[in-house]
């Protein structure tokens, strides 16, 4: 499933996109969650090997389409920078991944992506502040501590859905022997959680899709204008917007 340079750039979104300083809407976010574990899980049945997941390189189609690049199609120079240090399993690190399904590993960088992007940039510095000073090389002694776990979403978010901070911590469990890997399992989970809280599975639409690319993107035009005024205090009108987008 090679991407398709051809592909409409208008048409298409990167993981990436998501990323933004403040905590992501889960309504908004788990759609395209289950997406990617579609994915993902798709290429484990075609190639049997782990998957090339950095959100930079994940395409997302406005159709629902995800394409991942497969680690085993990629090109020898590419394939000569992997693993990425941030986004790797504690196992793709120790270079013993092929112990394990590929399910294992890629279930934990799955979650790991889905938890910066959940969490927001803010806070997601604020937490890993040790590891970022490192640079780069400091990623791998986070991952390879069994003993540091990532602080649950709940822990930091208000009313954080429970569930979905459960599910986010287990495939984010840093023993591979007792990490949630079963993407099936957790794409039904994550569809669950979406019943839950009263949205149906099919939100994952063009339409759905179009309209969480707007609140994010006006989201962080908010957050831009009120970074670029030095902290000034937020407009009465932003205030609305937000209120509005709470609602």
Do not use: C
């Not at 994940?58 to 990425?84: D, F, H, M, R, Y």
């Not at 908010?222 to 009108?237: D, F, G, S």
């Amino acid at each position: 499933m090679a991407i398709d340079h051809n592909v409409n750039a208008n048409a298409a979104r990167y993981l990436s996109d998501l990323q933004s300083a403040v905590p992501a809407p889960p309504a908004m976010i788990v759609p395209v969650f289950l997406d990617v574990i579609t994915a993902v899980d798709a290429l484990h049945r075609k190639y049997k090997t782990v998957s090339n997941l950095k959100p930079d390189k994940i395409v997302l189609l406005s159709n629902g389409k995800v394409i991942i690049e497969p680690q085993s199609q990629l090109s020898a120079a590419t394939a000569k920078a992997l693993p990425s240090l941030k986004y790797s399993s504690p196992e793709m690190l120790e270079e013993v991944q092929g112990v394990y399904a590929p399910n294992v590993s890629d279930s934990y960088v799955l979650g790991f992506m889905f938890y910066e992007i959940l969490l927001g940039r803010d806070l997601f510095q604020r937490q890993f502040a040790e590891v970022l000073r490192e640079g780069e090389i400091g990623w791998p002694w986070w991952h390879l501590d069994q003993y540091r776990p990532a602080h649950s979403l709940s822990s930091q978010i208000n009313d954080f859905p429970s569930a979905l901070s459960r599910l986010i911590d287990g495939m984010m469990n840093k023993r591979p022997a007792e990490r949630m890997s079963d993407l099936r399992s957790i794409w039904e989970t994550l569809a669950g959680s979406l019943k839950a809280a009263g949205i149906p599975k099919e939100v994952s639409t063009k339409e759905h899709r179009r309209k969480t690319w707007k609140i994010l993107s006006f989201i962080k035009g908010i957050v831009e204008r009120y970074i670029k005024a030095v902290q000034k205090p937020l407009t009465k009108e932003d205030e609305e917007d937000l209120q509005g987008l709470s609602m």
